[in-house]
């Protein structure tokens, strides 16, 4: 891997730019093969993150300190999401700037990977929370790297007419990420050592596919002007001024995420205290599955279908209203049917606004050249609300009038997100 001695601009192009492979706008369709190849990364990556945090990095806690595995669990994962805040642009600004001969973002992908995996199998081995620590971040920023190449592949090789679909499939690889994850909680018995190894096999295995047809141009070492530190870091802010559109599609994909993590966020205890289910780990599980089904479902139909209309905006409006109408599904029908209908409505919701609104989101970047960087600032419009929500939710429960309170906000909050897609214009 190698960047150029001279950072690609934050923000603008050179009129030689236009024509280079790796900056211009695609217009031939991608192959079955590359997006089979986009999708199993997918699938890596959110298997290697949400096996250990669901389960693994629990249950290590536990033999660890059994009395204090709250408290574990709370700083390894804090600590991971901190990491994750910082490395998605930070690795997608870089990848912007590579001029391997085998491409900007595959390097990436590949290196991410292995770091990933490594820190992976050292975490087995670990005895104590610094290590634990230190891991997971590791695990962090590499598992981010990755991602924030593969994402910025997309606006890179995939023609708008066809980024609804792609981006619908690359959801379903997420969600199959997320219960591959179960799967290997439920099938190594307790033993997390297995299970660490399993997500590090995972995720070094997927990228290999597109890795051997991943269709990622060189970067020419002469596009890019000098370096400059103060220009690359500036580079991170994109004025809502001069880029509206982006602004405001980064605020609504906040928004509703923040939405969607308070309708789950407390699913046990919910199911525990206010419904009174006999088992809520298993509750929990099977609004899972029916949530990730329907994810699964609505992300493949409604991305084509958006691609085939040529419109972004109803979708996402409409899949935000939808998941805004889970939280109140949940809010006035504290039982265990509703609890069930409001786990499909908000996978239905969920769902189709993955897979259009990345679409729509690949529509509004800044410049060709600063795609890597721009779609890591998006991601990080994923990430915060992990760290947001528990807090929302923390007070909504404990101070503001109980679960009612925590899902009319989630409510609420998501219906926001569906309103503001309106303040964008450059997409219809």
Same mark, same amino acid.
């Given at each position: 891997?190698?960047?150029?001695?001279?950072?690609?601009?934050?923000?603008?192009?050179?009129?030689?730019?236009?024509?280079?492979?790796?900056?211009?706008?695609?217009?031939?369709?991608?192959?079955?093969?590359?997006?089979?190849?986009?999708?199993?990364?997918?699938?890596?990556?959110?298997?290697?993150?949400?096996?250990?945090?669901?389960?693994?990095?629990?249950?290590?806690?536990?033999?660890?300190?059994?009395?204090?595995?709250?408290?574990?669990?709370?700083?390894?994962?804090?600590?991971?999401?901190?990491?994750?805040?910082?490395?998605?642009?930070?690795?997608?600004?870089?990848?912007?700037?590579?001029?391997?001969?085998?491409?900007?973002?595959?390097?990436?992908?590949?290196?991410?990977?292995?770091?990933?995996?490594?820190?992976?199998?050292?975490?087995?081995?670990?005895?104590?929370?610094?290590?634990?620590?230190?891991?997971?971040?590791?695990?962090?920023?590499?598992?981010?790297?990755?991602?924030?190449?593969?994402?910025?592949?997309?606006?890179?090789?995939?023609?708008?007419?066809?980024?609804?679909?792609?981006?619908?499939?690359?959801?379903?690889?997420?969600?199959?990420?997320?219960?591959?994850?179960?799967?290997?909680?439920?099938?190594?018995?307790?033993?997390?050592?297995?299970?660490?190894?399993?997500? #590090? *096999? @995972?995720?070094? =295995?997927?990228?290999?596919?597109?890795?051997?047809?991943?269709? $990622?141009? !060189? /970067?020419?070492?002469?596009?890019?002007?000098?370096?400059?530190?103060?220009?690359?870091?500036?580079?991170?802010?994109?004025?809502?001024?001069?880029?509206?559109?982006?602004?405001?599609?980064?605020?609504?994909?906040?928004?509703?995420?923040?939405?969607?993590?308070?309708?789950?966020?407390?699913?046990?205890?919910?199911?525990?205290?206010?419904?009174?289910?006999?088992?809520?780990?298993?509750?929990?599980?099977?609004?899972?599955?029916?949530?990730?089904?329907?994810?699964?479902?609505?992300?493949?139909?409604?991305?084509?279908?958006?691609?085939?209309?040529?419109?972004?905006?109803?979708?996402?409006?409409?899949?935000?209203?939808?998941?805004?109408?889970?939280?109140?599904?949940?809010?006035?029908?504290?039982?265990?049917?509703?609890?069930? #209908? *409001? @786990?499909?409505? =908000?996978?239905?919701?969920?769902?189709?606004?993955?897979?259009? $609104?990345? !679409? /729509?989101?690949?529509?509004?970047?800044?410049?060709?050249?600063?795609?890597?960087?721009?779609?890591?600032?998006?991601?990080?419009?994923?990430?915060?609300?992990?760290?947001?929500?528990?807090?929302?939710?923390?007070?909504?429960?404990?101070?503001?009038?109980?679960?009612?309170?925590?899902?009319?906000?989630?409510?609420?909050?998501?219906?926001?997100?569906?309103?503001?897609?309106?303040?964008?214009?450059?997409?219809?």
């Amino acid at each position: 891997m190698s960047l150029s001695n001279t950072p690609v601009p934050a923000h603008g192009t050179s009129a030689g730019e236009s024509t280079t492979a790796a900056l211009a706008e695609p217009v031939h369709k991608v192959t079955a093969r590359w997006v089979t190849g986009l999708v199993l990364v997918n699938v890596g990556i959110n298997a290697a993150f949400f096996g250990p945090i669901n389960v693994f990095i629990g249950q290590q806690a536990i033999t660890i300190d059994a009395p204090g595995k709250e408290a574990i669990l709370s700083l390894v994962t804090a600590c991971g999401a901190a990491v994750s805040l910082v490395a998605n642009p930070l690795f997608g600004a870089l990848s912007d700037r590579t001029t391997s001969r085998f491409g900007r973002r595959s390097p990436w992908v590949l290196a991410g990977a292995v770091l990933a995996t490594a820190a992976l199998v050292a975490m087995s081995f670990s005895g104590a929370v610094a290590l634990m620590v230190l891991f997971w971040c590791l695990v962090q920023l590499g598992a981010n790297a990755a991602y924030a190449a593969i994402t910025a592949a997309v606006p890179d090789r995939v023609p708008v007419v066809q980024r609804g679909g792609v981006g619908g499939l690359a959801a379903m690889g997420q969600t199959l990420g997320i219960l591959t994850g179960a799967v290997f909680g439920a099938g190594v018995s307790g033993n997390f050592m297995v299970g660490y190894w399993l997500c #590090a *096999g @995972a995720l070094l =295995l997927s990228v290999l596919p597109y890795l051997f047809h991943r269709n $990622d141009p !060189a /970067l020419p070492k002469d596009t890019a002007g000098p370096f400059g530190l103060g220009a690359f870091l500036r580079g991170f802010w994109i004025s809502p001024r001069r880029y509206p559109d982006f602004a405001w599609a980064w605020l609504t994909r906040f928004l509703v995420n923040v939405g969607n993590q308070l309708t789950i966020v407390y699913l046990l205890f919910f199911l525990r205290d206010v419904i009174g289910h006999e088992d809520p780990a298993a509750g929990v599980l099977v609004l899972t599955g029916i949530y990730a089904v329907m994810v699964m479902i609505t992300a493949v139909l409604a991305g084509p279908w958006s691609d085939r209309m040529g419109r972004r905006k109803p979708f996402v409006i409409g899949s935000s209203a939808t998941i805004a109408m889970a939280g109140a599904i949940m809010a006035f029908f504290p039982v265990w049917p509703g609890a069930l #209908a *409001g @786990a499909a409505v =908000l996978g239905i919701g969920f769902g189709a606004y993955l897979a259009v $609104d990345f !679409a /729509l989101l690949t529509q509004v970047l800044p410049f060709p050249v600063s795609r890597g960087k721009d779609m890591g600032v998006i991601n990080v419009a994923n990430s915060l609300p992990q760290v947001v929500a528990p807090a929302l939710a923390l007070l909504a429960v404990t101070y503001g009038g109980g679960y009612r309170t925590l899902f009319l906000t989630a409510a609420v909050i998501g219906l926001l997100g569906a309103v503001f897609v309106v303040k964008i214009k450059g997409v219809n």
